[in-house]
């Protein structure tokens, strides 16, 4: 926790500081939040390319999880953990499956994560929802806990959507999923259910402020309306939605109605990257390419909703350097060629228009370093690469050979 804020003189500094860092040439700012993302799987990043949502579902992802086992997933946690790690990423809502391989790699790592695992009981190769319940009851405290999720609404029959409405009201926590991510799913959800995804939330009680939905591309202004009356907040994907040619979301409105609006890079499937820096650039330029107007979007607009937004999501303490705060803080190198000429008056747009992971020089998660000088300070990075080639070579092996 942050104890004190001020003046770097004697009298500001806490007694009890076990280390003491030489701030001047740096930028601190709040540690980022990746309010969507799916650690896995990373074997097919980089090989699934150039498809439409659907057919890149049908042909490559659902695949991969039907082959996926739960050490695969182990090595996906600890490749993707340490990537967001060294791209200032302290918090994770992570929607990917065997959720306690994800409660050991966050210990391990030292980030923050919030599992959603992919419930299912339309399919039998995701997470059933006993093995949900049994995993939010298990896991609720410590740097790594599980949420209730589930992938689509169509992916789950009545009993199982009741579960996982039950889960998130009893334990007073969140529950995330996707949604209005194409046409095609919204329509999805109509044959399936006869009714309209926020009817369908609305039914199974989840229509309320713990409900956390990615994407939102095709919502109605009606439903945009409905959102912000319920205080749904949303995960905002820039740059999976255009690489996807999903669409783009209509994050002005949503601001402008209240809407509580996070930044997620979603996976590295369907992104390649997990980099903050650059979501919150894509989300501020694509606004203005489709409208003409050069003035929505502004740095400061998604660097709030790149901290302290997401932090709102997931009911965190965090996202400002504020006494009583949780200590989860990046600092970025302010002499980096790319980060100047800097002045007082323009360090957030810097922040969101200049810089990139290669700038940063420290991240902090609970008061602890886990990365200096771009280096994990625990873990054997070239050992969490090499079993991540391992899983990956043996996963993709069938898959591809069949498309």
């Given at each position: ?9 004697s ?21 980022l ?6 650690a ?19 042909k ?38 065997f959720?306690e ?17 992919y ?30 999720g ?43 259910y ?34 912000a ?10 740059t ?37 820096f ?5 989300a ?13 979007m ?37 002499m ?30 609970n ?37």
């Amino acid at each position: 926790m942050i104890v004190k804020v001020g003046d770097p003189d004697s009298e500001n500094r806490a007694s009890s500081a076990e280390m003491i860092i030489d701030g001047r040439e740096i930028i601190a700012i709040p540690g980022l939040v990746n309010l969507h993302s799916h650690a896995g799987p990373t074997a097919i990043r980089g090989l699934a390319e150039d498809l439409p949502l659907s057919m890149w579902l049908e042909k490559f992802v659902n695949p991969a999880h039907r082959a996926l086992k739960k050490e695969d997933a182990a090595a996906d946690y600890r490749l993707a953990y340490l990537e967001m790690l060294k791209s200032g990423i302290t918090h994770v809502l992570d929607m990917y499956r065997f959720p306690e391989a994800g409660v050991t790699a966050a210990a391990e790592l030292g980030i923050r994560s919030t599992i959603a695992p992919y419930t299912a009981d339309v399919y039998d190769y995701f997470e059933s929802p006993e093995d949900t319940y049994r995993n939010v009851r298990k896991f609720q405290s410590g740097l790594g806990r599980v949420w209730p999720g589930f992938e689509h609404i169509s992916y789950c029959t009545e009993s199982c959507l009741e579960m996982l409405s039950r889960l998130s009201l009893d334990y007073g926590i969140g529950l995330h999923t996707h949604e209005f991510e194409t046409i095609d799913f919204v329509e999805n959800d109509v044959k399936m259910y006869g009714k309209r995804p926020l009817q369908i939330f609305r039914q199974f009680n989840m229509l309320n402020d713990r409900l956390i939905l990615a994407h939102c591309v095709w919502p109605t202004p009606e439903e945009l309306r409905a959102m912000a009356d319920a205080g749904v907040s949303v995960a905002h994907n820039p740059t999976s939605n255009m690489k996807l040619a999903s669409g783009i979301a209509p994050v002005p409105e949503m601001l402008r109605l209240g809407i509580n609006v996070g930044l997620g890079t979603d996976g590295v499937k369907e992104n390649n990257r997990l980099d903050m820096f650059q979501e919150m650039k894509n989300a501020s330029l694509i606004q203005r390419a489709i409208t003409g107007k050069a003035s929505l979007m502004t740095a400061s607009e998604v660097f709030k909703m790149a901290t302290v937004n997401g932090n709102a999501a997931l009911r965190m303490k965090a996202g400002q350097i504020r006494e009583g705060y949780l200590a989860d803080l990046v600092l970025i190198d302010a002499m980096a060629p790319n980060m100047n000429p800097l002045y007082l008056d323009n360090v957030i747009s810097s922040v969101v228009y200049s810089a990139h992971p290669g700038n940063i020089m420290a991240v902090i998660v609970n008061g602890k370093i886990v990365v200096d000088k771009g280096k994990h300070v625990s873990v054997d990075e070239s050992e969490i690469i090499r079993r991540a080639r391992e899983t990956g070579t043996g996963l993709t092996k069938g898959i591809f050979e069949k498309n």
